[in-house]
């Protein structure tokens, strides 16, 4: 399910334009010296080199994933209903170009990452709803930097911003589809939650 999610939101972000290289799902990776890395083709790709790149996108999963099943039948009808709440942290390295550059592209990346029941989204999760509900923006690099890059040896300069957007994606539908990774719905009628 996150893997289409990660796609949309990359997606977005590359409309804006402000990075050149945008990772999918990562997670740390090392014993002793950790860092972000995504797995590709059997093996782990860091994302640590990225002066190699005009700006840096990746994402990584953040705590546990909690289920909850909804009992109000109101709301459910004859359906089981569960809600996936997972968090999640978006983190963008680019460098500087002006003051208060780092709120800019924290609040740029947020709003174009936020979304309300994606349609999209819906018909291939075969989910009532999906949602990210944004939670921080983390303006302080040196946290960044010891959470992301544990025992690394990077240094980033004040020309270089490192900004992580914290939120939780949050997907609800029929306990039997969301369970075995969708169902396959006609949404062709529904036009009161044709949200972006």
């Known amino acids: 399910m996150i893997d289409d999610i990660i796609v949309h939101i990359n997606n977005k972000i590359?409309?804006?334009?402000?990075?050149?290289?945008?990772?999918?799902?990562?997670?740390?990776?090392?014993?002793?010296?950790?860092?972000p890395a995504e797995y590709c083709n059997g093996e782990f790709r860091s994302v640590a080199d990225f002066d190699f790149?005009?700006?840096?996108v990746y994402h990584r999963i953040i705590g546990d994933t909690s289920v909850s099943e909804d009992e109000d039948e109101d709301v459910s009808g004859c359906f089981s209903m569960k809600t996936f709440r997972v968090p999640m942290r978006t983190c963008i390295i680019i460098k500087r170009k002006g003051n208060y550059a780092d709120l800019s592209?924290?609040?740029?990346?947020l709003s174009a990452i936020s979304?309300?029941?994606?349609?999209?989204?819906?018909?291939?999760l075969g989910a009532d709803t999906v949602v990210v509900e944004?939670?921080?923006?983390?303006?302080?690099k040196e946290r960044l930097l010891e959470?992301?890059?544990?025992?690394?040896?990077?240094?980033?300069?004040y020309e270089d911003l490192f900004?992580?957007?914290?939120?939780?994606i949050v997907i609800t539908g029929a306990a039997s589809c969301i369970e075995k990774y969708g169902c396959k719905r006609d949404y062709s009628d529904d036009y009161s939650n044709e949200y972006s």
């Open 105 to 109: 592209v924290g609040q740029t990346v």
């Open 134 to 140: 944004s939670r921080t923006i983390i303006l302080d």
């Open 115 to 124: 979304f309300t029941n994606n349609k999209d989204l819906r018909i291939a």
């Open 53 to 56: 790149y005009n700006g840096v």
């Open 14 to 35: 590359k409309d804006l334009r402000i990075v050149s290289k945008l990772f999918g799902l990562c997670e740390l990776v090392g014993e002793e010296l950790k860092s």
């Open 147 to 157: 959470e992301e890059f544990e025992g690394q040896d990077i240094s980033l300069g």
């Open 163 to 168: 900004v992580g957007i914290e939120y939780d």
